[in-house]
């Protein structure tokens, strides 16, 4: 599991190791795992016969490790500059240490635009060392400038921690931020590197241990599921496993005007583990036309049989039976998700007082819609957002997006999902992960697990499936998944 911490937090492990540490051992660590990615990537590129490195270097010990990680790459024959955005507050040991090195040095506040965009523009790469994971609130307009030259640059970029600008506790992105197409960071992931919008500032993140493993709280801030971690939660069969055993699951969506979203939500449950699907609603020949094993009945809820979990609402549009579906849903004592269109008005005390457990499925607008809020705050604060849709509603919430992130009723980590890809905002998508998270809580997973591996799988089958992809062939792409899941644990 990626585990991710506050700057706090991190900070205090830092202190506690400092003590127990010879001076200067922690900034040399990492200053070590900095220069040894930068070579690598040099290496890499290896278009030009003599390397050049620019550091942008702030205050403080993000600008040091910048630094002291500029003398190294110097060491190594690299030429490297430092561009000091306040010379007076530069790590002065980090400085020494270039200068004694052979690397040179230059005041941004007395070099013209075009002395920075000629040196920008030579550069094989350009270290981020601007702010470290204290900052708050965007760049200040000198360091928001030099950004800007960087970008027209068209130089890859290595942030030192995290981008410059970006708020490593929530992932917000308030001003001006480096956009970095590496980030190395120290210790342990941040909140920030793994939730958009910073996320997509980070580019690609690699983690440099520095010791602080066995310093820190056993409970992180934030987490993500590796593969291996998804694939030992994948409900399996035993040879004494029938179709009701290994779970039902009641899915009651679509409409006489959207008939397609009941045969997608039917076709994720159905990829989800379970022995079987009970189709609820007016699609029924849809259903069976697509999937002829759903079982299937054009009543509500209450006349469909025994479930193990309810998934409810995508399509269900102008149904003149809308309310009577939600409310026998709402009534039944089993696990139930609610998506789309069963969020609209949804009731909170209704969904509070629940005795088996929630999950709600909304994407930026429905969240917006549910707290109150305009979508541009609940997408530029989705860490802040899904927590306070679990509290209020005393469920597990699934915000849907670029990351997706989940959220538990009883608080503790916060679940994000990165496999996803832009290809998946496609018309439908939402109706199969909708099915596929019912499908594994039918299955007996709990809510939080169910989530993560639902928004997993969906994630991993939007990268599977042929381009561009369509909801159809999402679906069509889940048992490939599953395989290489399973696949991959048995050979590991």
């Known amino acids: 599991m990626r585990t991710a911490y506050r700057a706090e937090t991190v900070r205090d492990a830092e202190h506690a190791l400092l003590a127990r540490l010879p001076e200067g051992t922690l900034m040399d660590r990492a200053a070590a795992g900095l220069a040894a990615v930068c070579a690598g990537l040099l290496r890499a590129g290896g278009r030009r016969a003599a390397h050049r490195v620019v550091l942008l270097v702030g ?23 430092a561009l000091l955005l306040t010379p007076d507050r530069a790590h002065r040991g980090g400085l020494a240490a270039l200068r004694a090195a052979g690397g040179r040095s230059l005041e941004v506040a007395d070099a013209a635009d075009a002395e920075l965009t000629a040196l920008l523009g030579r550069a094989s790469l350009v270290v981020d060392g601007i702010v470290g994971i204290g900052g708050r609130g965007g760049l200040r307009p000198a360091a928001a400038e030099l950004a800007r030259l960087v970008a027209g640059s068209g130089a890859p970029v290595v942030a030192v921690d995290l981008p410059s600008g970006v708020n490593a506790d929530t992932g917000e992105v308030t001003g001006p931020a480096v956009r970095a197409t590496t980030t190395v960071t120290f210790g342990t992931h941040k909140p920030g ?13 690699l983690l440099v241990d520095i010791g602080l493993g066995p310093l820190l709280p056993a409970e992180p801030e934030v987490a993500a599921l590796t593969a291996a971690e998804v694939a030992a939660l994948l409900p399996r069969p035993t040879g004494e496993s029938d179709k009701y055993r290994r779970g039902v699951l009641g899915v009651a969506a679509g409409s006489a005007r959207y008939p397609g979203a009941a045969v997608l939500t039917v076709g994720g449950a159905l990829h989800g583990g379970v022995g079987a699907v ?4 007016p699609a029924c020949d849809a259903v069976i036309a697509r999937y002829p094993e759903a079982l299937v009945t054009s009543g509500t809820p209450a006349e469909a049989g025994r479930v193990q979990a309810w998934a409810v609402g995508p399509g269900l549009g102008d149904r003149p039976d809308a309310a009577r579906v939600l409310d026998e849903a709402l009534a039944a004592d089993v696990p139930l998700l609610l998506d789309a269109d069963a969020l609209h008005g949804l009731d909170e005390a209704r969904v509070r007082a629940r005795s088996a457990p929630t999950l709600l499925t909304p994407h930026a607008g ?16 989705r860490l802040a957002s899904v927590r306070e849709l679990a509290e209020r509603f005393g469920a597990t919430a699934l915000l849907k997006g670029s990351t997706t992130v989940i959220a538990g009723p009883a608080g503790g980590p916060v679940l994000v999902n990165d496999t996803g890809t832009p290809w998946l905002a496609t018309a439908g998508s939402g109706d199969v992960l909708s099915g596929l998270a019912g499908g594994l809580l039918a299955a007996g997973l709990p809510a ?20 561009p992809p369509t909801a159809s062939t999402l679906t069509e792409s889940l048992p490939t998944v599953w395989r290489e899941l399973l696949d991959d644990r048995r050979d590991g």
Not at 59 to 81: E, M
Not at 278 to 281: F, I, N, P, S, T
Not at 366 to 381: I, K, N, P, T
Not at 448 to 461: P, S, T, Y
């Open 193 to 205: 590197l793994l939730i958009d919008p910073a996320r997509d500032h980070a580019g690609e993140v």
């Open 366 to 381: 429905e969240a917006a819609a549910l707290l109150g809020r305009d979508r541009a705050r609940v997408e530029s604060q």
């Open 59 to 81: 205050s403080g010990d993000n600008g040091g490790d910048a630094l002291y990680a500029g003398a190294r790459l110097t060491r190594r024959g690299v030429g490297v500059t």
């Open 448 to 467: 939080r697990e169910a989530a993560a591996v639902a928004a997993h799988l969906h994630g991993r089958a939007g990268r599977r499936a042929p381009l």
């Open 278 to 281: 009970r189709y609820a609603g």
